[in-house]
T-cell receptor, first 111, second 116 residues
Framework: GQNIDQPTEMTATEGAIVQINCTYQ??????LFWYQQHAGEAPTFLSY????GLEEKGRFSSFLSRSKGYSYLLLKELQMKDSASYLC????????????FGAGTTVTVRA | DTAVSQTPKYLVTQMGNDKSIKCEQN?????MYWYKQDSKKFLKIMFS???????INETVPNRFSPKSPDKAHLNLHINSLELGDSAVYFC???????????????FGPGTRLTVT
């Protein structure tokens, strides 16, 4: 089974930085993904971590600590278009490619 | 160029009816998925096929039956629809050319199913 926790909502100001935390307790671990989902749209891939440390991709970075069962997504220089839901997802097994998703964090960017 | 497409985008139907949702991907991916996203936005895996073979079958009522005629298509048929089936259903696909490596999944636009 799996338990993936994220805050429900966060609000930040345009130009600021927001950090979305994700903690997980899963039976196995084969990588962690972050997805972005705008209201009424499909989730789109943002980042993937399988080793400990920070992965940077432009304004977005993702961090993983496997020993702590913890990841965060860092959004820098926030723009209005970053208002969306951010989903943390864990791949538990190398056998079935299944992703278990957290409930998502809705980020609202204010002017 | 649509990567993962689903039809229909909206589906409104009455309890007890049978309906199908179609999914196609033109990415050449080997693996396809069906997810259900409920009103609380929780995205949950239902099924996955790899090269037309069922590899994930979560605890889903057997009223739901996936069918993969070829590796580019994965359809979802639902019998005897119930009110609780109302949700957004997403199809997704991923490449799988490296064993043991989980790839990112590409999602279709979703089908919003409303059962009245």
């Amino acid at each position: 089974g799996q338990n993936i926790d994220q805050p429900t909502e966060m609000t930040a100001t345009e130009g600021a930085i927001v950090q979305i935390n994700c903690t997980y307790q899963t039976s196995g671990f084969n990588g962690l993904f972050w997805y972005q989902q705008h209201a009424g749209e499909a989730p789109t891939f943002l980042s993937y971590n399988v080793l400990d440390g920070l992965e940077e991709k432009g304004r977005f970075s993702s961090f993983l600590s496997r020993s702590k069962g913890y990841s965060y997504l860092l959004l820098k220089e926030l723009q209005m278009k970053d208002s969306a839901s951010y989903l943390c997802a864990v791949s538990e097994s190398s056998n079935d490619y299944k992703l278990s998703f957290g409930a998502g964090t809705t980020v609202t960017v204010r002017a | 160029d649509t990567a993962v497409s689903q039809t229909p985008k909206y589906l409104v139907t009455q309890m007890g009816n049978d309906k199908s949702i179609k999914c196609e991907q033109n990415l050449g991916h080997d693996t396809m998925y069906w997810y259900k996203q409920d009103s609380k936005k929780f995205l949950k895996i239902m099924f996955s096929y790899n090269n037309k073979e069922l590899i994930i079958n979560e605890t889903v009522p057997n009223r739901f039956s996936p069918k993969s005629p070829d590796k580019a298509h994965l359809n979802l048929h639902i019998n005897s629809l119930e009110l609780g089936d109302s949700a957004v259903y997403f199809c997704a696909s991923s490449p799988q050319d490296r064993p043991l490596h989980p790839y990112e999944q590409y999602f279709g636009p979703g089908t919003r199913l409303t059962v009245t």
